[in-house]
């Protein structure tokens, strides 16, 4: 471990301002995809459980950067399938269980030989993300068994409208009703969800600034806002571009969460904050710049000031940090290229903002 | 660095004697290898033993010591957490001291999902019991980091579904005298005014909440929380927030002060689009903020948009864009500006 840090420490004193290049870097984003696609370092040990979304933001990464070739697609395809639980017969998928995608190894068990229950922890978010990687690699949905998926999802959705990510018990929040829309909207079956009670929850949700807090009460946050616009939009319930339709008969505040999100975008480095008063942050060029895309915003962000605010969040070595001073993560480098193919990058795909994953449309191609 | 001397000293299970009669159930990858993680020996082995007791249904003391390492090691595994739970029900495990023994796990974790949602369900079982001790738990997470959205989040399930809202209030005051700029004690403090069984709702205390921001605006006028929280405390009422004689007044303060005009600007344009009538005094301090290039007969709300193209230079294409749009925007405005626009040809004439 110590030896690590240790170099650890060394990467960071090399990611000095001076190195960094003033623009979007495409082949080395390349090789550091291609290099956590390959093997991750221990430090991501403790999210082990999420190595489906680790492994979907390296795949579709590097889909938006245009370097699909380099995946071996039959199989990732055949890993993010071995992933998937199955009920034994239909009437399993009334037992109130979630059977959709592990995150991991490590919360999937094989059947014993005595045929005894196989404890299920299957995920909501590990689903959104198998599914996206699977979309992504252009795999054939129809050979989905995707009714048990959307069948016991109903399972999930708690009173309030909200969803629980797994059926034995987390927390309920906006991250979840988002996964179910986008789960959903991938799939185009939307009998696994009481669309009226989420648009309730996520209505509830709205704060008095404009924003969209992760629960009803709470602050106002980029990332849950996002999943707030970008479900209501999945659902079909806001149009697209509604600032050029009629936003006043709006069950949401319109207006007030336009301004909320535009004041996010920090006068001091042009970047994108969370929150108010907060540092600004690679990923909320995303989240917060999605929220834009979909309400047909998006040009009014100083495009010139977050490319600026971004360049100083890349790394010499590939990928994004959070902050300037901070090493790549893989997360923020997903986050990092979904703003550049936003920003009409050159040389990148294009993305669905509301599900958050390449479609596939390589501009000027 | 108390955990790299506890790593350094661990005991790997296969040589603890109390484990020697656990066959570890290694993890099975299968033959295609993406992401794979490069596992320290410690994580693999203790994930190995968790496979063979989860597996084993064991649900024992030892059982439980595992899952702490287990969790220590892998706090995002919610299949441990859970085992977790399971084991201490069935050992009948005090849980004051489970909810004791997680206080220093959580400190290191502090912005971990599965460590909250255990707190959440100790607390739910401890019931009326665990107020306080939640209350003043959150409020340690906030000495360290006052916006630390899991701890807010705790904290209000807590004064929700088991109470403690007598002192909450005073504590947000606390909060933002520590820290004006902290919008999540401005939050807080609105959670608390609108949802508090005792303070009798958002209109019983809108007019001193009024008071309170208001005077907060005047000390920094450049800190959106609390122009943004008096919006709030008008919510879903814009004839209060365009009547409130103190918003006008704060508005006037500062567009006349030195200071930083872009929230002031911003809600005096929202309130003409919804009818309001300013005074002289605030037409003026708007004249005098307006740049020479604008037509002295442009409508009073597109001058401000104009001046605010100019202040807020990131957002120079939204403020043309609400120029341009605000007869469209709201019927009172489309009245006013094309009254403005009319009075401005004839001037012409």
Wanted: glycine fraction near 6%; proline fraction near 4%.
């Amino acid at each position: 471990m110590a030896e690590e840090d240790d170099a650890f420490l060394m990467l960071s004193d090399l990611d000095s301002e001076d190195s960094i290049p003033m623009f979007f870097d495409k082949n080395r984003h390349i090789c550091y995809l291609e290099m956590m696609l390959e093997l991750l370092p221990s430090p991501y040990q403790s999210q082990e459980i999420n190595r489906l979304t680790l492994a979907y933001f390296a795949i579709c990464g590097l889909d938006i950067l245009r370097s699909l070739d380099r995946v071996d697609k039959e199989g990732v395809i055949n890993w993010v399938l071995s992933l998937q639980a199955h009920p034994r017969d239909e009437a399993e998928l009334s037992n109130g269980q979630f059977y959709g995608f592990h995150g991991s190894r490590s919360s999937q068990f094989q059947p014993n030989d005595d045929g005894d229950t196989i404890p299920n922890a299957s995920h909501l978010a590990s689903t959104y993300c198998a599914l996206s990687i699977l979309k992504t690699l252009g795999y054939d949905f129809s050979l989905l068994n995707s009714t048990s998926i959307i069948k016991s999802m109903k399972n999930l959705q708690q009173r309030d409208g909200s969803f629980m990510p797994i059926h034995s018990g987390a927390e309920t929040d906006l991250r979840f009703v988002y996964c179910a829309a986008a789960i959903s909207s991938m799939l185009e079956n939307w009998s696994g969800i009481d669309k009226e009670k989420a648009k309730e929850y996520i209505i509830n949700c709205q704060s008095y600034d404009g924003g969209f807090g992760l629960t009803p009460g709470s602050e106002s946050h980029g990332g849950a806002t996002f999943c707030a616009v970008a479900s209501l939009r999945q659902m079909g319930l806001i149009e697209d571009d509604i600032l050029s339709k009629n936003v006043s008969s709006c069950f949401i505040n319109v207006p007030l969460l336009l301004d909320w999100s535009l004041q996010r975008q920090a006068a001091t480095d042009g970047g994108f904050q969370g929150r108010l008063n907060k540092v600004t942050d690679t990923c909320y060029a995303f989240w917060v710049g999605g929220v834009l895309k979909i309400l047909g915003a998006h040009k009014f962000i100083d495009y010139e000031g977050l490319r600026k605010f971004l360049f100083t969040c890349q790394s010499q070595y590939g990928g994004f940090g959070k902050t300037p001073d901070q090493l790549p993560d893989l997360y923020h480098a997903y986050y990092g290229f979904c703003a550049f193919s936003m920003l009409e990058e050159p040389g990148l795909s294009s993305i669905c903002t509301e599900l958050g994953i390449p479609n596939g449309v390589y501009p000027g191609f | 660095m108390d955990s790299g001397e506890e790593k350094r000293t661990r005991i790997p299970f296969k040589e603890r004697p109390d484990w020697a009669d656990v066959k570890p159930v290694p993890q099975d990858d299968g033959p295609c290898l993406v992401v794979p993680i490069a596992y320290t020996e410690d994580f693999s082995e203790t994930m190995d033993y968790f496979r063979a007791i989860y597996l084993a249904d064991e649900r024992s003391p030892r059982a439980l010591q595992l899952t702490a390492e287990a969790i220590q090691l892998n706090p995002g595994n919610y299949t441990v957490w859970q085992f977790r739970r399971v084991v201490l029900e069935e050992l009948g495990v005090d849980l004051h001291e489970e909810l004791k023994s997680f206080d220093r796990i959580a400190g290191e974790n502090t912005k971990n999902y599965q460590i909250w949602h255990h707190r959440r369900w100790l607390a739910e079982k401890l019931g009326a019991d665990a107020v306080t001790n939640e209350l003043e738990f959150t409020k340690k997470i906030f000495s360290q980091d006052a916006k630390n959205y899991h701890a807010w989040s705790h904290r209000q399930w807590v004064l929700q579904a088991l109470g403690g809202w007598e002192d909450e209030l005073a504590y947000c005051h606390q909060l933002l005298e520590d820290d004006i700029y902290n919008n999540s004690a401005w939050n807080q403090r609105y959670f608390v005014v609108t949802r508090a069984p005792l303070l009798g709702g958002l209109e019983a205390m809108r007019e001193s909440e009024v008071n309170y921001t208001v005077q907060a605006i005047r000390a920094s006028p450049e800190n959106e929380s609390p122009w943004r929280y008096l919006r709030g405390l008008h919510k879903n009422d814009t004839q209060s927030l365009v009547e409130d004689s103190q918003v006008a007044s704060v508005i006037l303060d500062v567009l006349t002060s030195k200071n930083s005009h872009v929230h002031a600007l911003s809600l005096l344009l929202d309130l003409l689009c919804h009818g309001f009538e300013p005074s002289e005094d605030l037409k003026s301090a708007v004249d005098v903020l307006t740049p020479q290039s604008c037509s002295p007969d442009l409508a009073l709300t597109k001058r401000i948009c104009s001046i605010l193209e100019f202040a807020d230079l990131m957002r120079v294409k939204y403020w043309n864009w609400r120029k341009s749009t605000i007869p469209v925007q709201s019927p009172t405005c489309q009245n006013t500006d094309r009254l403005a626009d009319l009075c401005a040809r004839m001037s012409d004439l």
